[in-house]
C-alpha cells in the first residue's frame, strides 16, 4: 500500500512499518511539515514565475505608438578622461533635433561612458533623454562603437503621455548625416 502524503499512514491506520499512525505522532508532524513547506516554496515559485512573465508580457491595456524620426546632431564634444586616448570613463556627450517631415519635432540629448576596452574594440553605457510636445522618454542600453549594426536602446520610463512608457529604440548611422530612429513606445 502506498502511504498518505498527509498522515503517513497507508489507509488502513498503519504506517508503512505495520505501526498505527498513533504511535508514530512525531513522525506524523515532521512529515506535514515537510509536505507543507515544500507546497509552500513550489507556490512561493510559481508566483515569481507568473510575475516575472506578466512583466515581459504587453498588458492589455498598452498602446503602441510609432515614431520614425530622422536625427539631426546639433552638438557633440568627447571628453578624455585618465591617460590620454581610450579609456575607462571615456564620455561622449551630445545633443540633437529630432525631425519628422522634415520639420523639428523635438529635441534630445545624453551620454555615453566608456565601461570595458578589448583591443579597439569600445562598449559604452549609454543613456538618452528625447523630449517631443507629449513628453518625454528615456532611454539607455549598451553600445560597441564602429560597429554597423543598428543600436537597440530600452525605454526605461519617461513624463507626460509617456509616463511609464517602456518599449525600444533602434537607432541606425549614428553621427551621420543619415541618422534615424525608430520608437516602439509601449504606454
Do not use: H
Not at 498518505?4 to 497507508?10: E, F, L, P, Q
Not at 505501526?19 to 513522525?27: F, L, N, P, V
Not at 506578466?54 to 491595456?61: G, H, I, L, Y
Amino acid at each position: 500500500m502506498v502511504p498518505d502524503a498527509i498522515s503517513g499512514t497507508t489507509g488502513n491506520g498503519t504506517t508503512g512499518s505495520g505501526k498505527t499512525g498513533r504511535a508514530s505522532g512525531g513522525r506524523r508532524r515532521v512529515t506535514l511539515t515537510r509536505v507543507l513547506a515544500a507546497s509552500m516554496a513550489t507556490a512561493a515559485i510559481g508566483f515569481a514565475a507568473v510575475g516575472n512573465a506578466d512583466a515581459d508580457a504587453p498588458r492589455q491595456r498598452d498602446r503602441v505608438e510609432i515614431l520614425e524620426l530622422k536625427v539631426r546632431n546639433d552638438q557633440y564634444t568627447a571628453v578624455d578622461l585618465g591617460p590620454a586616448g581610450p579609456s575607462l570613463g571615456d564620455m561622449d556627450v551630445y545633443s540633437g533635433t529630432a525631425i519628422k517631415d522634415g520639420r523639428g519635432v523635438g529635441r534630445g540629448g545624453g551620454q555615453c561612458q566608456v565601461i570595458a576596452l578589448s583591443g579597439a574594440e569600445t562598449t559604452s553605457q549609454c543613456v538618452l533623454t528625447m523630449e517631443v510636445e507629449s513628453g518625454s522618454l528615456t532611454m539607455q542600453s549598451l553600445w560597441t562603437k564602429g560597429g554597423t549594426a543598428p543600436l537597440d536602446m530600452a525605454i526605461t520610463g519617461g513624463t507626460g503621455a509617456y509616463a511609464g512608457a517602456r518599449g525600444i529604440v533602434r537607432f541606425w548611422d549614428i553621427g551621420t548625416a543619415d541618422e534615424r530612429a525608430r520608437a516602439e513606445i509601449l504606454r
